[in-house]
């Protein structure tokens, strides 16, 4: 008897499966190390260089990702371009959190930790309110699949800064 072809995307999930049960079984390893933290405050300049690495070529990226028409860059373009510039002033919101969090770090406070973190909620809304708010100008300039498409671009590359950022912040000790 031979053994039965997988199609792809069978083939596909256990991949995948065989990749998380590797992981979850080398998790357990890291479960019991102590990591001892020593932190040293971020300064502005040292996330505006955590910054740079995404957002000087985001543009290209997005340009290149979407491969506009000439129509659709037409109108696509300066919607996107209000859209950064609100993207940026958010942006600006959650680093002086983050900025606050590093200067606190050694003496947080309960009180002083549950401000940041409503402070960052609160960042985090207006980043969602913004998407939903520019979402239907994206649909009418380049149509709902397109718009969605370039949503998905732009939430993959917010993340790729957002891990940046994560990887940056020590954890409360």
Do not use: C
């Not at 995948?16 to 300049?45: K, Y």
């Not at 983050?98 to 985090?124: N, P």
Request: proline residues 4%.
């Amino acid at each position: 008897m031979q053994p039965r072809k997988l199609k792809p995307m069978e083939g596909a999930l256990k991949t995948r499966g065989i990749v998380l049960a590797i992981l979850l079984l080398n998790a357990g390893v890291g479960v019991a190390q102590v990591t001892h933290v020593t932190v040293i405050p971020l300064t502005d300049s040292d996330i505006k260089l955590l910054r740079q690495d995404i957002q000087a070529d985001k543009d290209d990226i997005i340009k290149h990702t979407m491969q506009f028409s000439e129509a659709e860059a037409a109108a696509f373009w300066p919607i996107y371009k209000q859209y950064a510039d609100q993207q940026r002033a958010i942006a600006e919101k959650r680093f002086a959190v983050i900025l606050d969090y590093g200067k606190q770090f050694d003496t947080l406070t309960d009180d002083a930790a549950s401000s940041l973190t409503q402070r960052m909620l609160q960042v985090e809304d207006e980043g969602q309110s913004l998407r939903k708010t520019y979402f239907p100008k994206f649909q009418t300039a380049l149509g709902a699949r397109r718009a969605a498409k370039f949503y998905q671009v732009d939430n993959r590359l917010t993340m790729i800064v957002n891990v940046q950022l994560a990887s940056a912040v020590p954890l409360i000790p």
